[in-house]
């Protein structure tokens, strides 16, 4: 599969996700820094004799791992399946990577409670969050709203007219 190939649907498939273009750079900004503090961190957390801390660490390193497959794919170019992976990731729908990556950065706080491991996952579990927000869809503006409240408002008074009018 070649690289166009892998790039059609992703376009296709994030332009119907409700998501404006600078949210989706905020997004992926996050996923970033997320990768980032979760691989430094883990990898500190490596340093130990203890084994829960040691799988912990591994499993931060294992979810920056993924956090940079799934969101900067072109920092991956050299790995032969980092572009089926984006576009599969691109076509989830952000309540699924939202669970995702919420999942994956809560792990290893529960498998080892420390500074390492909460600081190391504090970001990744942001971009959750933020991809999370996105799922709620886009807030509607005012005029929309107004239309809908004077749509009521004259929908209960044609109730209130029809009952009043069949009360003798």
């Not at 399946?81 to 919420?102: E, G, H, M, S, T």
């Given at each position: 599969m070649s690289s166009e190939e892998a790039a059609a649907p992703t376009k296709a498939?994030?332009?119907d996700d409700g998501m404006s273009w600078w949210y989706r750079w905020i997004?992926?900004?996050a996923g970033v820094v997320g990768g980032i503090s979760c691989a430094t961190m883990g990898v500190w957390n490596c340093v130990t004799v203890n084994p829960l801390n040691i799988v912990a660490g591994v499993w931060m390193v294992m979810t920056a791992c993924v956090?940079?497959?799934c969101e900067v794919p072109f920092c991956c170019q050299f790995v032969e399946f980092a572009n089926v992976i984006?576009?599969?990731a691109d076509r989830?729908?952000?309540w699924q990577k939202?669970?995702?990556y919420c999942g994956m950065a809560l792990?290893?706080?529960f498998l080892k409670f420390s500074l390492t491991t909460l600081f190391g996952n504090a970001i990744a579990f942001a971009t959750g969050v933020l991809y999370g927000l996105a799922s709620l869809g886009k807030k509607g503006d005012m005029v929309s709203y107004a239309r809908l409240q004077h749509q009521k408002q004259g929908d209960e008074?044609?109730?209130a007219e029809t009952t009043d009018a069949s009360v003798p």
């Amino acid at each position: 599969m070649s690289s166009e190939e892998a790039a059609a649907p992703t376009k296709a498939g994030t332009e119907d996700d409700g998501m404006s273009w600078w949210y989706r750079w905020i997004c992926k900004m996050a996923g970033v820094v997320g990768g980032i503090s979760c691989a430094t961190m883990g990898v500190w957390n490596c340093v130990t004799v203890n084994p829960l801390n040691i799988v912990a660490g591994v499993w931060m390193v294992m979810t920056a791992c993924v956090l940079f497959l799934c969101e900067v794919p072109f920092c991956c170019q050299f790995v032969e399946f980092a572009n089926v992976i984006a576009a599969r990731a691109d076509r989830l729908k952000p309540w699924q990577k939202a669970l995702f990556y919420c999942g994956m950065a809560l792990f290893p706080i529960f498998l080892k409670f420390s500074l390492t491991t909460l600081f190391g996952n504090a970001i990744a579990f942001a971009t959750g969050v933020l991809y999370g927000l996105a799922s709620l869809g886009k807030k509607g503006d005012m005029v929309s709203y107004a239309r809908l409240q004077h749509q009521k408002q004259g929908d209960e008074e044609k109730v209130a007219e029809t009952t009043d009018a069949s009360v003798p």
